[in-house]
Antibody
Framework: EVQLVESGGNVLQPGGSLRLSCAAS????????MHWVRQAPGRGLEWVSL????????YYADSVKGRFTISRDNRKNSLYLEMSSLRTEDTAMYYC???????????????WGQGTTVTVSS | DIQMTQSPASLSASVGDRVTITCQAS??????LNWYQQKPGKAPKLLMS???NLETGVPSRFSGSGSGTNFTFTIISLQPEDIATYFC??????????FGQGTKLQIK
């Protein structure tokens, strides 16, 4: 069974830092790019970041550029999101998602984790 | 960045009704448009890619159409289990891959 399990969500103050993790199983992890997508409470979906299958290319939403860093460890089948200088507007459920397209062909997100909650509040 | 305008924001319909949701891109995205379903308290699920290609296992009462800037998502005969929020997403070129604002579908 293809599965993504996020962890690391927490409650923290503005300006803080946090590292989210996503454990992947059931597919050949290093064949696929991976994304983070977030959803603020009661709001819509916001694409956050993408990392290529080999980790060599990364992309970010303008709202997180310079503050968040996406990375992956293909030996551990794991995806990460390092978050720093957190703001109240970063409060959201963060989903790890698998790119549907093989290698560098990107077209959809076909597997989603259950999400991990990040709350930034003073 | 490409903006996606989805409408309506909410919709109430009866079981058996035909339901239509639209999504408009701020520029031509060819057919690089996906639709997701999110049930309450759950993660989103990919229903359809490339504007009209149903994912395996998705019921045939769901359909999609469109190209360029205007897209339509249709449920031919609404079922109680279709209660969810639906999102479109564009996937043209490199990121950001923006989502529409979502349409919350309820049973009348």
């Amino acid at each position: 069974e293809v599965q993504l399990v996020e962890s690391g969500g927490n409650v923290l103050q503005p300006g803080g830092s946090l590292r989210l993790s996503c454990a992947a199983s059931g597919f050949t992890f290093d064949d696929y790019a991976m994304h983070w997508v977030r959803q603020a409470p009661g709001r819509g979906l916001e694409w956050v970041s993408l990392i290529s299958d080999d980790g060599g290319s990364t992309y970010y939403a303008d709202s997180v550029k310079g503050r968040f860093t996406i990375s992956r460890d293909n030996r551990k089948n794991s995806l990460y999101l390092e978050m720093s200088s957190l703001r109240t507007e970063d409060t959201a459920m963060y989903y790890c998602t698998k790119e549907a397209g093989y290698s560098t062909f990107y077209y959809a997100m076909d597997v989603w984790g259950q999400g991990t909650t990040v709350t930034v509040s003073s | 960045d490409i903006q996606m305008t989805q409408s309506p924001a909410s919709l109430s319909a009866s079981v058996g009704d035909r339901v239509t949701i639209t999504c408009q891109a701020s520029q031509d995205i060819n057919n690089y448009l996906n639709w997701y379903q999110q049930k309450p308290g759950k993660a989103p699920k990919l229903l359809m890619s490339a504007a009209s290609n149903l994912e395996t296992g998705v019921p045939s009462r769901f359909s999609g159409s469109g190209s360029g800037t205007n897209f339509t998502f249709t449920i031919i005969s609404l079922q109680p289990e279709d209660i969810a929020t639906y999102f479109c997403q564009q996937y043209d070129g490199l990121p950001p891959y923006t989502f529409g604002q979502g349409t919350k579908l309820q049973i009348k």
